[in-house]
């Protein structure tokens, strides 16, 4: 296993198959374990590099996770692209990891070329964030399916690790933290925004969001599916993976 020191603390890392640098960022309460079985679909075309976000996977634990979290994550992202001595990368971030991406590109756009956010809410949090956050942790702490997932992407600890993320943007969203590190407007480098309609987890207005910021961004492209929950990268897998595909070889 692979791992690159970050605030005095290992962070892990896996690398499969060959061609331009994709790294792949997995949402909250996941880890890279959620892209395991997608690999297939990426690996033949590009150099894709999985990150465990320090708390989660394989990565080492922490006593509290920051409120800033997915600006946090981005300079773990950033300290792994130098770790590599990388000169461009492409990012794809799914859920939580879309915002991961999004910050990485506007602190170091010199480091990517191309960024996909995928399954997010965009540039605000849903007015009722926390209380559905809320209840959505305590039934997925019951629910069979969820706790394997957990368990799946956690190990053991898995119970201690959501908590420290409900935690964590309980607090972004009673402080109204920037979800950005930078206004979104600053963003040079190729985007596109993907998603399914249908995904109960993101905002119901997901579509006209995803206009909103393209209006903003200077190279914006848009892909919402019909169909799939959440996230699209899974729930789109083969379709989803030739629109990549198509886009970073644009």
Same mark, same amino acid.
């Given at each position: ?7 005095s603390k290992?962070v892990?890392?896996k690398?499969? %198959? ?5 790294i =792949? ?6 880890s890279?374990t ?11 075309? +590009? @150099?894709v ?12 634990r922490?006593?509290?996770?920051p409120?800033?979290? &997915?600006?946090s ?14 000169k ?8 939580g990891g879309a &915002?991961?991406?999004?910050?990485t590109?506007?602190e @170091? ?10 399954s997010?809410?965009g @540039?605000?949090?849903?007015?009722n +964030? ?6 959505e ?20 600890? &898995?119970?201690?690790?959501?908590d ?23 963003l040079t ?6 998603g399914?309609?249908?995904?109960d987890?993101? @905002?119901?207005? =997901?579509?006209?969001?995803?206009m909103?910021?393209?209006?903003l961004?200077?190279? %914006? ?5 019909d169909? %799939? %929950? ?19 070889n644009?």
């Amino acid at each position: 296993m692979s791992y690159f020191e970050y605030q005095s603390k290992r962070v892990f890392y896996k690398e499969a %198959g060959n061609g331009k640098p994709l790294i =792949m960022l997995h949402g909250d309460t996941a880890s890279s374990t959620m892209f395991e079985m997608l690999l297939p679909l990426y690996q033949e075309h +590009f @150099r894709v590099i999985l990150i465990d976000f320090l708390g989660n996977g394989k990565s080492d634990r922490v006593s509290k996770l920051p409120a800033d979290l &997915w600006c946090s994550q981005a300079q773990q992202v950033i300290a792994l692209i130098e770790h590599l001595q990388l000169k461009k990368v492409n990012l794809l971030g799914t859920s939580g990891g879309a &915002w991961v991406a999004v910050n990485t590109a506007l602190e @170091r756009p010199d480091l990517i070329e191309k960024v996909i956010a995928d399954s997010f809410d965009g @540039r605000t949090l849903h007015k009722n +964030f926390a209380e559905n956050l809320l209840k959505e942790r305590e039934y997925a702490k019951h629910d069979t399916y969820a706790k394997q997932f957990y368990e799946w992407c956690q190990g053991e600890d &898995w119970e201690t690790v959501v908590d420290l993320n409900t935690q964590a943007l309980l607090e972004c969203a009673k402080k109204k933290l920037p979800l950005f590190s930078k206004p979104l407007e600053n963003l040079t480098v190729p985007i596109l925004f993907i998603g399914s309609l249908q995904d109960d987890m993101c @905002r119901k207005d =997901m579509l006209e969001e995803y206009m909103e910021m393209k209006k903003l961004v200077k190279h %914006g492209n848009i892909h919402t599916f019909d169909t %799939g %929950g959440h996230p699209a990268i899974a729930t789109n897998a083969e379709k989803f993976a030739d629109i990549v595909f198509a886009f970073l070889n644009d």
